[in-house]
């Protein structure tokens, strides 16, 4: 295969293992063994996880007091929850952004689309988003068993329903379907059993996972050729055993981190060694991103970013904060990927499906609207109330307000150029362009000097970094990684 | 020199000149002949939020309907008559006109197979067209582009009428164009940024992502520039209401009455997602919606569009039978659809209207697969393979 010069090779590295870097990065990277660089990614500059919480228990009200409250308390209570996840949602934008981890929070963000789950609740949200991020480069097995054991989940696929005498099958069908194993790897037997299994999975009223042994059904079960008195945990545990699991979980990493067509031959080696090592995800991580072929020019390039990367990437490479930091919110609504709100329980599709003729044009316009504090002028859909009770009707109409309201508001972002700009000090004048382009595309494709200086500004040397920045930002090759 | 008639000079004029040189009243007596006919059109209204179908379609006549809503029930002598046992939402008075006219079909209890009440699952449903327990990522409309328009120089055979296209219209290889405004879409598209990326833009590798946005934009900004023109070849002379429903179904009708290529046109209305106080949130949305269609559809007539145009409206879920404590209802099931057009084979009340005696967990059961509707229009309507395009063999109705 052709060769990359090493800038390039970084480069793709710092954009499929996080959210881009800047230049001074690349060029530090760039010095290094590939060795040592992934080694400090899987391990990130700090080795701790700050929380991005934006609450905690004694914030809300003692559960047990929901019965007795008044409408209006209630309706206080549904705000904090709508408000909550809002905050959330930006706090976690926030942490991708500026974090010293950002494998960390790319690989949650693919294990929050793996684990896709809506709740109204911003205590079980950020809970779930807490297990999320502990686990992201962990033990799969962990990450599983304490998914599966969240309130969250535990109550978007219907597991407080599924008792010994009316079993329901939900969360085992996605836990196989999903999860674990992927379509056509198990029968509908398997489901049915597997949901007697899970039996008493359930949780308290302050968010603890409860084992309620009355409800459980502790019959014997035939699951996936073996057959014993099995609870929740046991199931889980057969799940891992299937080498097909390895196989799906890896797939569906490759096509997040590597092509969204996946490679049989590279993806059965790179299952067999995560079965293996027990599911060791940061060791999975390391043979992606130190093999030769991770390198390959037909991959460099060749991802189209997910809304929530574009826009990571967009403050990552030039730090600013907004007036209302919620019009991010906006953003990722007429994108198509807001954060706690996945389509549906299989997660975003991804890849060719972020685009289309709308989409693409707003997307080449994100770049003008905040440089250049532009009015949106595009309304995202009305959204709905989620959860079918009606509770969240009144919210519902509050936001779809607030939505209608930033039609032709400007963006008000405070952008702070100068560490960008001090980026490129030592770069002449007339290599600039390249550099910009360089810096902030993985494929130059289009982007050349003279096309750029055509729309530049060149009245000073700030002015032409920015404009020049701004339009390459705004082409087609920038929405891809 | 020949003496040239009147006759003649108009036909030889109208060719020679073609759209370019002839004047105004010349291209108004061509009108007629501008959209050659048989180009039929599908318009899909969406009801968003889950239309209470029962307050729709009224069953008049029976004591259970009124029971389960003592305050919610539209009084008998409200409803406008279609039928001995069903009337019509008195708000929906154009429908009725629609009726009487024999330009409207209703479809009841329609639905699906294990309903799902959630806004967003459901709606996935009825523009997937999967089955309840699979997921889909691309559309049945989507679907429908990608078998008719492989290498459609002009890809705008669907357009939703919207800033952000809907799942309905996303094929894997295909997609539907969202727009609000022509005159807008165009402004944006004609950027020169753009437009200089372009001539260098993409080297047809399909496979590489990068020439499939390259690809994606140089669509978007021919097409923009294509409805542009087209969209300025017809300004309706009828006076819509200004309202959303009514702003978007004057563009539609516009660009139905031009020389374009579409086929589909989408739209939604809403919000019925009637919760609380029920009644007049849904007033005021079927005022609307009867309003914007009666102006829309007597347009289509005027122009001689009306035969070749099919209007269908859709809603997620139907609502409960019962009224709940806050003078609204909450998430049911099965639901009635409109059709509407000046070329329905089969007209009025389609099929029987709700059983209210033979519920399930207190949601009326469905028994036309609204898959069959689309394979329906796919087929006999549209032409195009609806077995390949919805992944299964659906029953054909008789509505057209």
Redesign the interface.
Known sequence: MASLSPQIQMQHLAWRAGFGEPLSVINDWSDKRLKVVVNQILIGRRNRTPDVNVMSDADMPDFKKIKGMTPDEKKAVQQKNVQGIKDLNLSWMKEMAGSEHPLREKMSLFWHGHFACRTQDVLYNQQLLGVIRENALGNFGDLLTEVSKSPAMLQFLNNQQNRKQHPNENFAREVMELFTLGRGNYTETDVKEAARAFTGWSFDETGEFKFRDKLHDDGDKHILGKHGNYNGDDVLKILLDQRQCAKFITTKIYRFFVDDNPDEVRINQLAESFYHSGYEIKSLMREIFMSDWFYDPKYVGNKIKSPVELLVGIRRAVPMTFDEEATMLVFQRILGQVLFYPPNVAGWPGGRNWIDSSSLMFRLRVPQIIFYSQALNIQPKEIMPEMGDGGNYKMTLQINDFLKKQYSKKINAHIDWDPYIKGFEQVPREALADSIAGSLLVVPGNANKQLLEKYADMSNREAYIKTVSIDVMSMPEYQLC | MHIINRRRFLQVGSLASAAMMMPKFLKALERGELVPPGNKVLVIIQL??GNDGLNTIIPYRNDIYYRSRPALGIKRTDALSLTDNLGIHPALKGFKSLYDDGALGVLNNVGYPNPD?????SM?IWHTASQSNE?W?DGWIGRYLDAQCKGCDKPTQALEI?????LA??GDSA?????TDPT?LFG??NNP??K??LQ??GHDDE????D???K??S??IS?ASYIQQQFKTYQSKESYPNTELGKNLRTIANLIMSDINTKVYYV?H??F?T??NQQQQQERLFQQLSDAVTVFTGDLKKNNRFQDVVVMTFSEFGRRVSQ?A?G?T??GTANNMFLIGGGLQEKGVLNDGPDLMNLMDGDLRYNVDFKSVYATLLSRWLGADDKAILKADYQHLNFV
């Open positions: 968003s939020g009440r959630s806004h967003f699952r996935d997921i990522s919207d800033d952000t296209l809907s219209l996303k997609k539907g164009l969202a727009l807008r944006t598209s940024f753009f200089d990326l260098h833009g496979h590489h992502n990068v499939y946005l390259y994606t934009m669509e978007t097409s939604s809403g919000s997602d919760h609380v709940n806050s609204g909450d998430h």
